[in-house]
């Protein structure tokens, strides 16, 4: 929830006005699945206790279109052929009324709901009596749970033309709800639109960008408003115009999506959805709205700045990061016993906190990792491939950054100095979002970082996102954000892949398997099966999942095994089989990362079974086999569809830093790009460099083509 909108959710009376392009499809027909999902939200809200008004446009819209089908069934051929003469637009409000009334009558009471209809016209509101009887008719609505239906009787107004004349007291159904909303003393008022709420400029233009809070002094002269709607009145501007004046009244607006099907619910949950607009913004402290933005632009300028000086100069910015870590460790230290004993304070969990603290010793591994990093051979720029194209013309493919990566992760902090020395060393520009449960320790290791970033570079070159708010804002750069590294949770990673147009690098869950076979050697097998599972249980290359074969049980050869992991106060939950012969508790899914000193077990007919059950209820990640029998070992190593597969050896091997790597920004169970644990080169792309004399196309007349490969 944003903060700025908690009291959002204290709303007792809630005005909601739906536009024509929402209520109606492109061809003019009704849009029966938005209007129903607007009807089943307030019913919501309603059954909540909630008081829902409702205005509505759209009338005009579905009359001309019934108007234009019937002229056309009535039509004769030579008719059709003579300049067809625009519907009186009063007309169609006295045609489109009803039926779209109809429709709202029927969609509530299949919800058993009951609404009831209130034409009004700008003249009425002159009257004082009027308007004080529409506040008693109104309250004596909702006292009874009804929903007052509200819109402009176009076909009797005294207006000119239903979208032409913009005078009086209202001059379209934008204003009538801010009328409304200062006449019946609203609580909020939202403006259903056919875009997600204020854009700074024309939101199909690529450097728009949604106005979360609407602040008059700021925005007034920046926003450029595009078209009006396609059939409503006035579009964006007299949304606005509406939400400025009801909000400075004292009844605060949000302008969001009716295309949605839970918007509105969002934002009565005070969720950063839409446009807010409130008389007191101006004195709120408000996040930077294009802070996401110049966060990801000035990591792409420092990026291309890293790149254009020498392999040794960017070797020494890294050098001097690992010094610089070891230089402030009582620091750091400080900072991270801190947010561990916050995290514990909160009740957080034990593998989390696990994650969450830096143990002794931990800033020197990374200091040491950085300066394997940084003694490995400069990626950028290597010449990949060379090919005469023709005489005198040679292509060349190289190796480049990517540009602006975007990881968000969870609880580590020690994730942050490995993905800000891949970034370094890869020369990629860097936007960094840590969990609030390591705040201060993610705080200090990026001052710590970027204080030893030289200012030819500059220090812009990593930033640090301190809100989860601005998370949707940086998922919709596409345009300037090159790739999203997630880590987390499965609903987390999966949250982030379903909001983002941006490529997405990473794995959802570390469901790892060691699958212990009939010709193992048990003793090995032990030491494997209990490094896997407690050298790190909360790390995602933990196993989580121990696959016996059904000989091994037998033979009695498991006891050794099962008894260790016991020893080590593993719990163990087992399969059907398992749980029945080795009698543990039942596991309630196969499917499950533990991230804890606990793991499943269960027992397999053969090789085949083993590899079926990992490929139906494992992640993809790393899965091991223990055999002495190699065909067997082979069999599984080739078949076994995961990004690390090992024989003989823990599933704790899978890290970059163990295989070599100098680090890794996380590991992607993705087949697209990069897989396993992704290091320097997964952070690479390539571009192509063609060196010619003069040479054209032409047609390919005069060009002979030899494509022969060159020595690098």
Not at 420 to 449: D, P, T
Not at 455 to 463: F, P, S
Request: include cysteine; hydrophobic fraction near 40%.
């Amino acid at each position: 929830m944003d903060s700025t909108r908690a009291f959002i959710k204290d709303a007792k009376r809630v005005i909601i006005k739906v536009g024509t392009a929402v209520v109606t499809r492109s061809d003019g027909r009704l849009a029966l699945g938005r209007i129903g999902s607007l009807c089943e939200q307030v019913k919501e809200l309603n059954s909540r206790g909630i008081e829902v008004i409702l205005v509505t446009s759209g009338a005009v819209g579905v009359g001309r279109q019934r108007l234009r089908y019937r002229k056309l069934i009535h039509s004769s051929f030579a008719d059709l052929q003579k300049p067809q003469v625009e519907l009186d637009g009063k007309a169609c409000a006295a045609v489109g009324q009803s039926g779209l009334m109809a429709l709202y009558e029927s969609l509530f009471s299949q919800l058993d709901v009951a609404s009831s209809q209130l034409l009004v016209t700008d003249n009425d509101f002159y009257n004082p009596e009027f308007r004080m009887q529409l506040c008693e008719t109104v309250n004596s609505l909702l006292d009874l749970k009804v929903i007052p239906v509200f819109n402009e009787n176009d076909a009797i107004s005294t207006r000119k033309a239903p979208y032409e004349d913009s005078s009086g007291i209202f001059w379209d159904n934008d204003s009538l709800a801010g009328l409304l909303a200062m006449e019946l003393k609203a609580d909020l008022l939202i403006l259903l639109s056919d875009v997600e709420g204020l854009y700074s400029g024309p939101p199909g233009e690529p450097h728009s960008k949604l106005i979360h809070t609407y602040i008059r002094e700021r925005h007034l002269g920046e926003i450029t408003f595009g078209d009006k709607s396609r059939v409503g009145r006035g579009g964006m501007t007299a949304k606005v115009k509406a939400a400025v004046l009801a909000a400075a009244s004292g009844t605060p607006v949000v302008i969001t999506s009716g295309f949605a099907t839970d918007s509105i619910i969002k934002v009565l949950q005070g969720e950063r959805v839409g446009t807010l607009f409130h008389q007191n913004a101006s004195s709120w402290v408000v996040p930077n709205e294009v802070e996401a933005r110049d966060l990801a632009v000035s990591a792409r300028e420092c990026s291309r700045r890293l790149q254009n000086i020498s392999a040794e100069e960017r070797r020494k910015i890294l050098l001097d990061i690992a010094d610089a870590l070891e230089a402030n460790q009582k620091l750091i230290k400080i900072e991270n016993d801190a947010d561990v004993a916050a995290a514990q304070q909160s009740g957080y969990e034990k593998s989390l906190i696990s994650r969450l603290t830096m143990k002794p010793g931990k800033v020197s591994s990374l200091s040491k990792s950085i300066r394997i990093l940084a003694d490995m051979e400069d990626p950028i720029g290597r010449v990949l491939k060379r090919t005469e194209l023709a005489d005198g013309l040679v292509l060349e493919k190289t190796s480049c950054p990517l540009g602006v990566l975007l990881i968000v992760f969870e609880s580590r902090p020690d994730a942050l100095v490995q993905i800000a020395s891949l970034a370094v060393r890869s020369g990629n520009g860097l936007l960094l979002k840590g969990g609030k449960e390591a705040m201060r320790s993610n705080a200090i290791l990026h001052k710590v970082i970027t204080g030893a970033i030289p200012d030819t570079v500059g220090k812009k070159l990593i930033g640090l996102i301190t809100s989860r708010d601005e998370i949707p804002d940086l998922l919709k750069l596409d345009d300037v954000i090159d790739l999203v590294i997630p880590r987390g949770s499965n609903k987390f990673v999966t949250q982030i892949k379903a909001s983002t147009k941006i490529p997405v690098l990473g794995h959802a869950d570390g469901i790892c398997h060691v699958y212990v076979d009939k010709s193992a050697n048990m003793e090995m097998a032990k030491r494997i099966v209990l490094d896997a599972k407690t050298d790190y249980p909360a790390a995602c290359n933990a196993m989580e999942t121990l696959l016996l074969h059904k000989d091994l049980l037998k033979s009695g050869r498991i006891n050794d095994l099962i008894i260790g992991l016991r020893g080590e106060g593993v719990t163990l939950f087992g399969g059907s089989r398992a749980n029945e012969e080795l009698d543990i508790p039942l596991a309630q899914s196969f499917h499950h990362e533990y991230s804890s000193i606990a793991c499943t077990v269960e027992f397999v007919d053969d090789i085949h079974a083993a590899i079926d059950h990992i490929h139906q209820h494992g992640s993809a990640h790393t899965d091991c086999i223990v055999t002495e029998d190699s065909e067997v070992a082979e069999l599984f190593l080739h078949q076994v569809d995961s990004a690390a597969v090992f024989h003989n050896a823990s599933t704790r091997f899978s890290d970059g830093a163990r295989f070599g790597l100098g680090a890794e920004v996380g590991v992607s169970t993705s087949r697209i790009h990069a897989r396993g644990p992704v290091g320097v080169d997964g952070l690479l792309t390539t571009r192509w460099l063609l060196r010619g004399n003069g040479q054209v196309v032409d047609g390919d007349k005069e060009i002979v083509y030899t494509h022969k490969d060159l020595p690098l």
